[in-house]
């Protein structure tokens, strides 16, 4: 099974695609571009502008008020740290949402995601090259529940079997 869509997200928010985003946008992103889309979570720059893009009816316009929201690492492993302390649920800039923002990164990620498609159709890329670096934590894998499943399923047959094998051996 091919699953690229953790790859593309992480190489999309680590940055790996800021180069062709800025030649998309025609113009460097300046720093506190740059720093934002760092930050940048749920909520935020990237999300709000997909929003003014496919669905502008459903954003209230005062997003441009919008505050950045920024938390550190520490504070990002919480549960639901984006409505603690007051957070109003998003993470990143908001306010700097823009409809072109959203297209040309959105071509950008429609790009890559058919180089990876046709790579993998035409065997010049196997699955494990573009997996998410979450793959080797079996609790992020999608088939986690099932195969937790069939080895606590194995775990139990093997205590019973453990267990209770003595006892028939004696009768």
């Known amino acids: 099974m091919a699953s690229f869509t953790g790859h593309l997200a992480w190489e999309f928010l680590r940055g790996r695609f800021l180069p062709r ?6 113009r460097p992103l300046s720093e ?3 720093r934002a889309f760092s930050e ?3 909520g935020g ?3 709000t502008s997909v929003m003014l893009l496919l669905r502008p009816d459903l954003v209230d316009d005062r997003y441009r ?3 950045a929201a920024r938390y550190s690492f520490s504070e990002r492993l919480r549960s639901n740290y984006a409505l603690r302390n007051g957070g109003q649920g998003y993470v990143g800039h908001p306010a700097m949402a823009d409809p072109a923002f959203a297209r040309v990164t959105t071509q950008v990620l429609m790009e890559e995601a058919m180089a990876v498609v046709d790579g ?6 196997r699955p494990s090259e573009r997996r998410s ?3 080797s934590i079996p609790f992020f894998r999608t088939d986690f529940r099932r195969a937790a499943g069939a080895t606590a399923a194995a775990a139990a047959a093997l205590a ?3 267990v209770l094998g003595p006892q028939r051996r004696r009768r």
């Open 65 to 67: 008020q919008l505050p």
């Open 21 to 26: 985003i800025e030649a998309g946008l025609g």
């Open 45 to 47: 720059w990237w999300e």
């Open 120 to 125: 993998l159709l035409d065997g010049r890329l």
């Open 40 to 42: 940048d979570a749920h």
């Open 160 to 162: 019973a079997w453990w």
């Open 32 to 34: 506190a571009e740059r």
């Open 133 to 135: 670096p979450f793959f």
